[in-house]
């Protein structure tokens, strides 16, 4: 079984840089294809980015130019490099990992806050 656990959350303010950790255990992330969510209060989840095993990247286009996805093999570990940030990037930020024969095992971590104030 996976386990993934987020950190790196907190306040910041607007126009300022945040990262976002995600580390895993029981999986090896560079054989998952890994995505970042986020949900909002009130809002439902929306997905922010994904990178694939090979390495491909996307993201949404509300964090398009100012989010970058990343992964420390060695570490096991996702991350998401949040610069620029608006107050609307406000949320609970998840990282999602679906790993295995076509993808079909899928774990999430429980999520960090990240809020950032005008």
Avoid at 12 to 31: D, E, F, H, T
Avoid at 52 to 77: C, E, L, M, P
Wanted: aromatic share 10%.
């Amino acid at each position: 079984q996976g386990t993934l656990v987020e950190s790196g959350g907190g306040s910041v303010q607007a126009g300022g840089s945040l990262k976002l950790s995600c580390a895993a255990s029981g999986v090896i992330i560079r054989y998952c294809r890994m995505d970042w969510y986020r949900q909002a209060p009130g809002k439902e989840r929306e997905w922010v980015s994904t990178i694939t095993s090979d390495g491909t990247t996307s993201y949404a286009d509300s964090v398009k130019g100012r989010f970058t996805i990343s992964q420390a093999n060695a570490k096991n570990t996702l991350n998401l490099q949040m610069n620029s940030v608006k107050t609307e990037d406000t949320a609970v930020y998840s990282c999602a990992a679906a790993c295995g024969f076509l993808y079909l095992n899928h774990y999430w971590g429980q999520g960090t806050q990240v809020t950032v104030s005008s």
